[in-house]
T-cell receptor, first 117, second 112 residues
Framework: DTEVTQTPKHLVMGMTNKKSLKCEQH?????MYWYKQKAKKPPELMFV???????INESVPSRFSPECPNSSLLNLHLHALQPEDSALYLC????????????????FGEGSRLTVL | TQLLEQSPQFLSIQEGENLTVYCNSS?????LQWYRQEPGEGPVLLVT?????EVKKLKRLTFQFGDARKDSSLHITAAQPGDTGLYLC????????????FGKGTLLTVNP
């Protein structure tokens, strides 16, 4: 069983809808990530939060809005998405090192499969 | 940005066969991770290799890290249908200590 919990597992939304994806971890990890994955492709990094502050935004369109309410929670707010945004959205967490950065060992959730109609 | 070249991209074999997956870079890895992603799941970390020449075993899986820390391989002995999945090598880099760069992955199908 994964220690990173994502909800919902499946989401279907129209292009005018507003929805949110949620992620929770209780491993004490201070780095949390959102990845997007298309079928049979590797995950693509979207956002990184370190100590609840946005550390990396990989030039993601503003229709995706991340939020880190506390050290255990990570949300991804979705608005006015396009059909090409349909994908598996993965949340992950890792230890944040004292030197700044990750040890590279990410714990992934099972993902939220998003379909945009 | 460190590029990871992974091969082969697709592999379909029969149960009981052996296979090897390769991950290479033109740059030196500080460390390298191997993940497996089963259908409908998120990737799961299998191993981290750090030291050049290192060999790690995980049941029927053997991971090697090249002496120069520029290449790594994953060997599976007597593959089983449960080994089916997407195998990904990954390494930190890309201008940030938080950014994990993935190889393109090897999609393995083990037929019964």
């Amino acid at each position: 069983d994964t220690e990173v919990t994502q909800t919902p597992k499946h989401l279907v939304m129209g292009m005018t809808n507003k929805k949110s994806l949620k992620c929770e971890q209780h491993m004490g990890h201070r780095a949390m990530y959102w990845y997007k994955q298309k079928a049979k492709k590797p995950p693509e990094l979207m956002f990184v939060y370190s100590y609840e502050k946005l550390s990396i935004n990989e030039s993601v369109p503003s229709r995706f809005s991340p939020e880190c309410p506390n050290s255990s929670l990570l949300n991804l707010h979705l608005h006015a998405l396009q059909p090409e945004d349909s994908a598996l959205y993965l949340c992950a967490s890792s230890q944040a090192t004292i030197a700044g950065g990750s040890d590279g060992e990410l714990f992934f959730g099972e993902g939220s499969r998003l379909t945009v109609l | 940005t460190q590029l990871l070249e992974q091969s082969p991209q697709f592999l379909s074999i029969q149960e009981g066969e052996n296979l090897t997956v390769y991950c290479n870079s033109s740059s030196v890895f500080s460390s390298l991770q191997w993940y497996r992603q089963e259908p409908g799941e998120g990737p799961v970390l299998l191993v981290t290799v750090v030291t050049g020449g290192e060999v790690k075993k995980l049941k029927r899986l053997t991971f090697q890290f090249g002496d120069a820390r520029k290449d790594s391989s994953l060997h599976i002995t007597a593959a089983q249908p449960g080994d089916t999945g997407l195998y990904l090598c990954a390494s930190l880099g890309g201008g940030s200590n938080y950014k994990l760069t993935f190889g393109k992955g090897t999609l393995l199908t083990v037929n019964p």
